[in-house]
């Protein structure tokens, strides 16, 4: 402290934080009546017993909930150690050297490996500084300086006190102008409690834990990840990049995109419906940084349905033309499409590993094209959908007649319902009448199996005579990603 380095509160949150890991670690070691420093799942539970996080009688969700609350607890603790300590070493260890540097403006300097104080006297005389080195820190990609990141921790809470100043509004608005190194520099300024200050709906999200199996981050680091997200795109190093990034070439605010999808959980952490309260605090949002109402209602709108497209293609059926017609009623226009699409790519990447698939991806583009055609068409998905069954169906029988002659073609054609004719591609449908037709011909049972190593799974098809054979149970085991 007396060297500058760190402030006297920040030692204090580093003693506390230090403390509550022991407590921690100490009751972790009397559970298990051993050595036992992995604080897994099963454990949180008895842990937060043990600490008082919850008194008997308790049930799921009370338990849940003191699950939630000691590891928030763990978690901003955890991230204050790591933040401080990281500036404690980085102090102590930088060496002086003669490195040229080159002035950004008349308050800030840069060298090749970071960004320094040109003048401390001027830094503090405007607490506008604070955030000017953040997107000088987003420009050049560069780290700040050990007494630029003292001064920036001393003056931060002044952004709080000034965050309706129209510079303030500015700069952030230049923020996110656009995703390159924005996550990067949206991590460093939740470090320093900057986008607290700025923005404090998601200072309240600061480390939320979400006691399940299904997100491995913490509601503001699953933001953050999902802005990271955005910005992968450009890589183009996988088939769903690629397909995603020439579709968020065609969006014309990139900047409405990328607040949208960094706010798009901001109600989370409250008993309520996240989409509904998150859509009227994103707009709160939106205005208070100065957006015209317009762009405001955009991004409140793509927060409200940021859980609609992955709902409707992986629970319902696409293949009825009500489901698209009511997704096209709610979304209105081609470039909100777009940008829920997005949205929904990047929501679903940034929750953990392996969540999203081929499968999924699939589904997505699905009822994206299908939208589109109504939205485009400006006619209804029943029209779309029976001129396209019937030009399938011509198609079917001619082809049928060719491998069946007229005769088969219209028994077998007489047999399909309209659902097995659009659900089904027409290479499909012939491999399965050729199967049939064999097993018809030698009364033998026909089996076909091929192994799709690109998309992730195997196909087995089972062709029986139900009139010779009793079926009592069939059981297919599945093993990922083939069938053995």
Excluded at 103 to 123: C, G, H, L, Y
Excluded at 153 to 172: L, Y
Aim: net charge neutral.
């Amino acid at each position: 402290m007396d060297k500058n380095i760190i402030l006297e509160e920040e030692y204090q949150e580093l003693i506390r934080a230090y403390n509550f890991l022991l407590r921690l670690r100490n009751e972790m070691h009397l559970i298990c009546n051993k050595r036992c420093d992995v604080l897994v799942r099963p454990l949180q539970e008895e842990v937060a017993k043990k600490l008082g996080y919850i008194q008997h009688p308790y049930d799921q969700e009370s338990l849940r909930e003191s699950v939630e609350k000691m590891m928030r607890l763990y978690y901003l603790y955890a991230k204050s150690i790591n933040t401080i300590t990281k500036r404690i070493l980085k102090a102590l260890t930088e060496e002086e050297e003669l490195e040229i540097f080159e002035p950004i403006d008349a308050v800030f300097s840069r060298t090749t490996m970071e960004i320094d104080v040109f003048n401390r006297e001027k830094f503090e005389k405007d607490f506008r500084n604070v955030l000017k080195a953040f997107l000088y820190y987003k420009e050049y990609s560069l780290d700040f300086s050990s007494e630029l990141e003292f001064l920036i921790r001393k003056h931060e809470e002044k952004i709080r006190k000034h965050r309706e100043d129209p510079e303030i509004k500015k700069m952030v608005q230049k923020l996110f102008s656009d995703p390159n190194n924005l996550a990067k520099t949206l991590r460093k300024m939740q470090d320093f409690y900057v986008l607290d200050d700025l923005i404090p709906e998601f200072g309240y999200q600061r480390c939320h834990f979400q006691y399940d199996a299904y997100h491995k981050y913490t509601t503001d680091a699953h933001a953050i990840k999902a802005v990271e997200e955005l910005e992968s795109l450009k890589k183009v190093d996988h088939p769903h990049r690629k397909m995603m990034y020439e579709l968020f070439k065609e969006i014309e605010r990139i900047d409405l995109l990328t607040w949208a999808i960094f706010l798009h959980d901001i109600g989370k952490g409250h008993k309520t419906d996240h989409c509904i309260l998150g859509a009227k605090m994103a707009k709160e949002i939106m205005l208070r940084f100065g957006y015209p109402k317009r762009d405001a209602e955009i991004v409140s709108f793509l927060v409200l349905h940021h859980l609609d497209m992955a709902k409707i293609s992986q629970r319902r059926n696409m293949n009825e033309p009500k489901v698209i017609n009511d997704f096209a009623k709610t979304i209105k226009n081609k470039e909100l499409l777009k940008m829920l699409t997005v949205l929904t790519w990047c929501d679903a990447n940034a929750v953990g590993p392996n969540i999203w698939n081929d499968w999924k991806n699939a589904l997505l583009w699905e009822l994206y094209e299908k939208t589109l055609e109504v939205l485009e068409q400006k006619v209804s998905y029943e029209e779309i959908h029976h001129r396209r069954f019937t030009e399938k169906k011509e198609k079917l029988q001619a082809i049928l007649e060719v491998e069946f002659g007229k005769e088969r073609t219209q028994f077998h054609m007489g047999r399909f319902s309209d659902y097995y004719i659009m659900s089904t591609p027409v290479d499909d449908i012939i491999k399965h009448l050729k199967m049939e037709e064999l097993l018809l011909k030698t009364g033998k049972p026909q089996f076909y199996f091929e192994k799709k190593y690109g998309i992730g799974f195997s196909e087995l098809l089972i062709v029986l005579d139900s009139k010779k054979i009793k079926i009592h149970c069939l059981l297919l085991q599945v093993s990922y990603p083939t069938w053995e």
